[in-house]
């Protein structure tokens, strides 16, 4: 379903009556990076009716009691508390200080009743943790940063993790990936709500693309996260990444363990919420996107230097999680690079890691997702944000790049 017809037109549940879509909460905390806070501050809360962009009204709502601290030490007070939430028909969460906190339990409660009386509820980045620990992504298609995402998916198993899409709008409950895809799905809300030429308008103020292609699918950080940093499997894990070139199986990485396969499978599910079989794969095929992107070496050699057994092994893995084959990737990424081999203002503006595809349809199941999002529980942890975990996401990929829309 396309961007423009998708959106989600009307949420679930009928608008209550004392809210307007058009009033626009954002639940801020302390703690919050400033960056994200401000993206729908901007978007939102700032009359550009002479560029043609429809005006919303602004409540800036405090979560809990301030003043709030945020980046760089700067303290916040806001004009309204969680009381103005109920006037609000949206209400969006930019971010949250801790994947591994729990957020205060009466913005939940604020949002969970916005939910019930119709409001359209967004979390970009970290705030997608709020909205879960309300249980509003239960059973959900959701995203966030690709580096949370395993936490994400990993604390809150109900939800359909998908770390590869910039935003995902479900209807009535929306979430998008890390600091920029923030903006993406604010203009995709003003698309929603007041047409493309709104959107088109409000982009050239804020000097973006209207639409961007691609999703989180460019770059990965293979360090290890703390929570595995510290665990004995991390140097088996290591080990790994830095043989992928060489044909070894998880019985191979059980013995380096001094584990039974049974055991050493049990322990490294537990410690990533992936399988190490699909783990390995998706590691094999994160660094054959690599070499199929930096280097010229045919498909067959680069099955080779990512240690499958076949190139057939290498396509069929391949497509499975890119939904392409390796011929076909390698001819569409080159295609997005401008002459002279420079990044593009895209490359520039995206901060994001190669992507990982299935198939289904809007919800995914475990076995389905399961290969995924393995690949960034092996991935960079951030110092603020803390920890990460395993991976589930859904399946399918969006219409238009970048953005998956309820069907």
Do not use: N
């Amino acid at each position: 379903m396309s961007q423009d017809s998708a959106t989600a037109t009307e949420a679930v549940r009928k608008l209550s009556g004392r809210r307007r879509r058009e009033i626009v909460a954002v639940l801020l905390f302390s703690g919050g990076p400033i960056f994200e806070s401000s993206i729908p501050l901007s978007v939102f809360g700032i009359d550009r009716q002479d560029a043609g962009v429809p005006r919303y009204r602004l409540l800036v709502c405090g979560g809990e009691e301030g003043p709030l601290r945020t980046t760089g030490g700067l303290e916040l007070t806001t004009p309204y508390g969680l009381e103005a939430i109920s006037r609000a028909g949206t209400v969006v969460v930019p971010a949250w200080r801790s994947i591994t906190s729990p957020p205060p339990t009466e913005a939940l409660d604020a949002l969970r009743r916005a939910h019930e009386e119709g409001a359209r509820i967004v979390g970009l980045c970290t705030g997608a943790f709020v909205l879960a620990a309300a249980g509003l992504l239960d059973g959900r298609p959701a995203t966030t940063h690709w580096m949370y995402a395993p936490t994400l998916a990993k604390r809150y198993p109900s939800v359909h993790v998908d770390p590869r899409e910039l935003f995902v709008d479900d209807g009535d409950v929306l979430t998008s990936a890390g600091t920029a895809a923030g903006i993406d799905l604010c203009l995709h809300i003003v698309r929603t709500d007041h047409g493309t030429e709104a959107a088109g308008a409000l982009a050239r103020r804020l000097v973006v693309p209207p639409r961007r292609s691609g999703g989180q699918e460019r770059y990965l950080d293979r360090s290890l996260p703390e929570e595995i940093g510290s665990d004995p499997l991390a140097e088996v894990v290591a080990w790994a990444l830095e043989h992928l070139h060489e044909q070894f199986d998880v019985e191979t990485l059980a013995a380096r363990a001094y584990m039974s396969r049974r055991t050493f499978d049990r322990r490294f599910r537990s410690l990533t919420g992936s399988a190490p079989l699909q783990w390995l794969i998706t590691q094999r095929v994160l660094q054959a996107q690599r070499l199929l992107e930096t280097s010229e070496y045919s498909v067959d050699e680069v099955a080779g230097r990512c240690g499958f057994r076949s190139p057939v092994a290498l396509r069929g893995h391949f497509r499975r999680q890119l939904g392409s084959s390796p011929a076909a990737y390698r001819a569409a990424y080159r295609a997005r690079r401008p002459q002279g081999g420079g990044p593009d203002i895209g490359d520039v503006i995206e901060s994001v890691v190669p992507a990982q595809a299935g198939s289904g349809g809007r919800r995914a199941t475990a076995p389905s997702a399961a290969h995924a999002v393995a690949s960034s529980a092996i991935g960079a942890g951030h110092p603020e944000h803390g920890k990460q975990g395993p991976d589930a996401y859904a399946g399918g990929r969006p219409t238009l790049p970048g953005q998956r829309s309820a069907p």
